[in-house]
């Protein structure tokens, strides 16, 4: 995209008319002209910009051109309303000025639409945010509400403004808009009733018939046919390029955006709808009884269903279009209306109730747009207010448009040359004042309030007696006719002058931009705008909220007399306030230019332009800024513009930026009288020497452009050239690295190789060496061992020999002594040398023979193992070593016993002696060990009699069959035998049945068998004899005779128990001796002893066999 850094680059004509050269009306047309045929439709003089409309759409409102001019300075890029706009916004954001921007120009020249440029752009470069973003829609979307009521279409322009806006955009200090308030100025009411040919009704009536659904015509009863209501004209009903029914959706979302309520929708669109209704209401006329006429309603349909919309009482409205109250002096007076008159209060309420929905529509939109803080607020304004116009017919509505638009250049010719003037005393330029037209003096006409045509109005006006739009004429020609910008037919005559031109119930007035005639016919009307009492009452009852509050004169408590102020009036006292308001803000302007009359898009007409140019004063305004100086810009930009023209400011200027500009300008020789040095900017008069600047500046650049494009070229190929070069000494450093290291490698592993294969060499020749050094030394260790070996062994050979030979020598030595001896003592040698060879070799046999029991047999008593005998002749002598050794160990043994043990043995050692190889039980007995107890009776609870009955220890204690001498059967009992006696007692109670000192027995009775059989034989007389001799057999015979017999050994006092050991023995039993026998068989019942009565006297024993 091509960056554009002044309005002079790319220039078509000139952008700035303060450069035109010659200077004339012709080559200002021409300038504006040419740019308008390249769609450069801004063109600025100074800081204002005229605006042509082009009449057709331009890519020129963009996003992107929105932030192409954000913060750009203004002179910066191709003129632009976005320029201006940026310029007010900075200034009023950084520099904390309110302004106002002031867009003025005839109908149809584009005020509106560079109205809504200016607050786009403003919404789109400030702040962001939810809230910031609602307050900017809220405020965008207030136009098209207020276009729909306030817009209609006129011969001039499709979307005229029919009403004066000024809004107010408020900002906070960083600038984010906080909200905003409308002022609006006189609507041109006169539109509801009747419209010029060719022109229509406010939009909003078509909007709403086009684009309202069915359900929504039928509630507000209306009907989508525009021939249905007298009101709105049909030769215009519709309108190219204007899509009513669109925009009424359009307008409909507007109006939620920026807040309305359903209800308040649907009361609006009431009251638009009873406008409609009441513009059908005709009226017929009734003769009266006095002769007057008075005015009925035609047809009634209409009036019911407007009084249904608005919740009228019919008979109330009714009544007040044919009655009219009059009160003066407390006193009430009803007066008939005629049907002119009924006709005029219709039109006079409708008026009245559109103009007055339209100001409360304005007061609704500001209640939603207002600020929320109460902070203080930067202001920009916006003024859009309607142009300039002359009709064919004027009349009141245009005299006071006109008189608006006087007052607005009177305040633009006041503010562009003061500023301007104040630019030069500022910066210290000399300055001469500038002559130039003032309208002061037709506002003066206008608005004086000793004589002006206003005040004229209201006192005729508020006059009493019979007022007309004539007397008024009268009065002005009277009052202004010396003016010298007021005319009339009267005035003229007066002069001896004829303009014919000028009809009689006209005034005309020079105004700055041209004579308008305005007919006076409805001036004292309009101004008093009154509306009969009797309506505005109808309207209070109604039963409808918004009508209510639209008519609040209608309350009889509150019934005015005053008059109210008249429209002129009220104009003039709102057109001051805007006044002052402007003035206390920073101006802006915009001063748009229509470019035909056909509404068309390319097409210029020179007459039509020249005519605004010369009403709006822009030649002026051209002049006024040329005849200082032309062109004026800050030090710093010019330097920095200009800088390459002379060889010391370029590149760079050190030092203030005046005195670049200062070395610049008189490097370039330019005259002195065509520039003046200002405190803060360089003023240049001609716009020529401008354009040699410019001129020089263009060389210059293709110049620079040449030397940059040489220099960047010149750097691109260094750069490269240097990169390549770079390239190839890394490549080659690169390079070079791999190459030494592939060769080191290659090098390294070589001389591996090669160290490896010397190593290999090395190490098997060392190994070789080694080997052969080693086998050296084992052959000579070998052969030096062989040799010894063989040294040794001859020497060994040779010892033998020789030893051999000794022994020999020796051995025939004393075989030679011996026989020597022998031959000499055999005759002494045989008579003691036998018996002592005889005692040496008995000696050493005996030796040899003690010396092999070194090694002795086992320690254990019944080891019987000994050494065999070594020579018969030691036979005694080693049975005599065998029993001492026996003996010896013997005694170790006992040695180790405890007493308990010894006694034990020694009653082992009494059974032996009593009954070895005596009886054939004993010896099964020798392994079993004599446990003496084997009752347990001090443990077993039944014997616990028995246990206290025997009072000394318990030596025997063991179950025994009692032999029953009648049958031979044996009876258990208990055998307890203690030291002093024996008890015999029942096996199962325990209980005692005999008891036997033992002094009382004699002896004992036992056979040699192999049985348990024993008697015990009492004394002869003794206490225990009478029952006489006890039979009983036991299995441990062995053990209670042998304890018995102890006993009896040990005691002194007593005499030992003899033991009798044969097959036969007698038992006394009581007076009978029974014989028991013994005999050796097999038993019938099996293998145990079977005792057997054999008769009285003989009891046999059979004992099996061993
Ligand atoms: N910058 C523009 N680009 C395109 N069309 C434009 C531009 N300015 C104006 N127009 C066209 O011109 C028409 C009239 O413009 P606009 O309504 O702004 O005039 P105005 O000066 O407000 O007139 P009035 O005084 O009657 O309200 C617009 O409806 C639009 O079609
Ligand atoms: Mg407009």
Redesign the pocket.
């Known amino acids: 995209m091509e960056v554009k850094t002044s309005l002079l680059d790319n220039m078509i004509g000139v952008g700035d008319m303060v450069l035109i050269e010659p200077l004339s009306e012709d080559t200002f047309i021409e300038n504006l002209k040419k740019r308008f045929d390249h769609n450069e439709?801004y063109t600025y003089i100074g800081s204002v910009v005229i605006?042509m409309?082009?009449?057709?759409?331009?890519p020129i409102y963009t996003a992107e051109k929105v932030e192409e001019y954000r913060n750009r300075n203004f002179y910066e890029l191709s003129p632009h309303v976005y320029a201006l706009a940026d310029e007010a916004y900075r200034s009023l954001r950084e520099q904390d000025k309110d302004q106002c921007i002031l867009i003025t120009?005839?109908?149809?020249?584009?005020?509106?639409?560079?109205s809504k440029?200016v607050m786009s752009y403003v919404a789109a470069v400030c702040g962001k945010g939810q809230e910031v973003n609602k307050v900017k829609e809220q405020l965008l979307q207030s136009n098209p509400v207020l276009e729909a009521f306030g817009?209609a279409k006129?011969v001039?322009?499709?979307?005229?403004?029919r009403f004066g806006k000024y809004m107010d955009i408020e900002f906070d200090f960083k600038g984010d808009p906080l909200g905003g308030a409308i002022s609006n100025y006189l609507l041109e009411k006169s539109r509801v009733v009747k419209q010029p040919r060719g022109e229509r009704n406010f939009h909003i009536f078509y909007q709403l018939l086009s684009g309202a659904s069915d359900d929504t015509l039928k509630k507000l009863k209306l009907d989508r046919d525009f021939s249905k209501y007298n009101y709105l004209s049909l030769d215009s009903a519709t309108v190219n390029g204007l899509d009513d029914a669109a925009s009424f959706r359009t307008v409909r979302n507007a109006m939620q955006i920026v807040g309305f309520m359903e209800d308040e929708v649907q009361s609006i669109l009431e009251l638009v709808a009873a406008v409609l209704k009441l513009g059908n209401i005709e009226f017929k006329p009734e003769s009266r009884c006095n002769g007057y006429d008075e005015s009925r309603v035609k047809d009634k349909n209409d009036l019911k269903e407007m009084c249904e919309l608005l919740g009228i009482e019919q008979s109330v409205l009714e009544r007040a279009f044919s009655f009219r109250t009059v009160e003066a002096k407390m006193e009430k007076m009803s007066t008939t209306l005629n049907v002119a008159q009924a006709y005029y209060a219709r039109d006079a309420l409708a008026k009245n109730l559109y103009s007055r929905l339209f100001s409360w529509l304005v007061n609704r939109i500001n209640e939603s747009i207002k600020a929320q803080t109460k902070s203080r607020k930067k202001v920009m304004g916006v003024l859009?207010i309607?142009?300039f116009e002359i009709f064919e017919d004027n009349s009141f509505e245009q005299f006071i448009i006109n008189y608006c638009n006087e007052k607005l250049q009177q305040i633009f010719i006041e503010l562009t040359l003061r500023e301007e003037q104040e630019e030069y005393v500022r910066e210290g330029i000399e300055w001469t004042n500038i002559e130039y037209f003032n309208n002061a003096i037709i506002c003066d006409l206008i608005e004086n309030n000793k004589n002006g045509i206003l005040a004229m109005l209201d006192e005729e006006c508020l006059r009493p007696g019979t007022v007309t739009d004539e007397t008024f004429l009268d009065k002005l020609n009277t009052v202004c006719a010396e003016h010298q910008h007021f005319e009339s037919r009267q005035s003229k005559n007066s002069k001896f002058l004829t303009d014919h031109s000028l009809p009689h119930n006209c005034f005309r007035i020079q105004h700055y931009a041209g004579k308008v005639l305005y007919r006076v016919e409805g001036f004292v009307d309009k101004n008093n705008d009154l509306l009969y009492r009797d309506l505005s009452q109808a309207m209070y009852k109604a039963n409808h909220s918004l009508i209510k509050i639209l008519f609040p004169e209608g309350n009889p408590a509150k019934v005015n007399l005053k008059r109210p102020p008249t429209a002129g009036f009220q104009f003039k006292a709102s057109v001051g306030t805007l006044m002052k308001n402007l003035l206390s803000k920073n101006p802006n302007y915009i001063r748009?230019i229509k470019p035909n009359d056909k509404?068309a898009a390319h097409i210029f007409t020179d007459s039509l332009v020249c005519h605004q140019v010369r009403y709006l004063g822009l030649m002026e305004n051209v002049r006024v800024r040329r005849a200082g100086y032309a062109f004026r810009q800050a030090y710093e930009p010019c330097l920095e513009r200009y800088k390459m023209l002379c060889k010391q400011t370029w590149p760079h200027w050190k030092g203030p930026a005046r005195g670049g500009v200062e070395v610049l300008l008189t490097d370039l020789q330019v005259p002195a009288e065509e520039f003046a040095y200002g405190r803060s900017k360089i003023f240049i008069r001609n716009p020529r020497t401008l354009f040699f600047l410019e001129e020089k500046r263009r060389q210059c650049l293709e110049d620079l452009a040449t030397l940059i494009q040489k220099i960047y070229r010149g750097w691109k190929s260094r750069t490269h050239f240097l990169l390549l070069k770079k390239s190839q000494v890394v490549v080659a450093a690169w390079y070079r690295r791999f190459a030494q290291q592939k060769k080191y490698q290659n090098i390294r592993s070589s001389a591996l190789v090669f160290q490896s294969f010397i190593r290999g060499w090395k190490a098997r020749k060392l190994l070789r060496e080694l080997k052969h050094k080693k086998r050296c030394e084992k052959a000579v260790s070998t052969i030096s061992a062989y040799w010894h070996g063989t040294q040794a062994r001859r020497e060994l050979k040779r010892l033998k020999e020789e030893a051999r030979r000794k022994h020999a020598v020796a051995v025939i030595w004393a075989y030679w002594l011996g026989l020597k001896v022998r031959r000499e003592y055999r005759k002494f040698f045989r008579a003691n040398a036998g018996k002592k060879i005889y005692d040496f070799t008995i000696q050493r046999i005996m030796q040899k023979y003690f010396l092999g029991l070194k090694k002795m047999p086992s320690m254990s008593p019944v080891d019987k193992s000994w050494p065999a005998r070594p020579y018969g002749f030691l036979d005694g002598t080693h049975q005599e070593l065998r029993r001492i050794f026996h003996l010896w160990r013997c005694k170790k043994y006992r040695s180790q016993f405890t007493e308990e043990k010894k006694a034990t043995y020694e009653e082992k050692l009494a059974a032996s002696e009593l009954f070895k190889d005596k009886k054939a039980l004993y010896p099964s007995s020798v392994g079993q060990p004599f446990k003496g107890d084997y009752v347990e009776m001090t443990k077993n609870p039944k014997y616990q009699k028995l246990n206290s009955f025997v009072e000394d220890k318990v030596l025997v204690a063991d179950v025994v069959s009692k032999i029953n001498r009648a049958n031979g059967k044996g009876a258990p009992r208990i055998f307890l035998l203690t030291k002093k006696s024996l008890v015999l007692a029942d096996q199962k109670t325990g209980q005692v049945k005999a008891s036997v000192p033992l002094p009382d027995l004699s002896s004992v009775s036992v056979s040699t068998q192999n049985d348990g059989f024993f008697a015990l034989k009492l004394k002869e007389g003794s206490t225990s004899a009478a029952k006489g001799d006890f039979l009983l057999s036991s299995d441990r015979l062995i053990e209670i005779i042998t304890k018995l017999h102890c006993i009896g050994a040990t005691s002194a006092d007593r005499n030992k128990i003899n033991i009798d050991i044969s097959d036969e023995f007698l038992v006394q039993f009581k007076q009978d001796k029974v014989c028991v026998k013994f005999i050796q068989g097999t038993p019938k019942n099996g293998n145990g002893v079977a005792c057997k009565r054999k008769n009285n006297r003989l009891l046999e024993v059979s004992v099996p066999s061993p």
């Open positions: 439709i605006s409309n082009p009449y057709k759409s331009l120009g005839e109908s149809g020249a584009g005020k509106t639409e560079a440029f817009n006129t001039r322009n499709d979307n005229s403004s859009d309607y142009g748009c509404k």
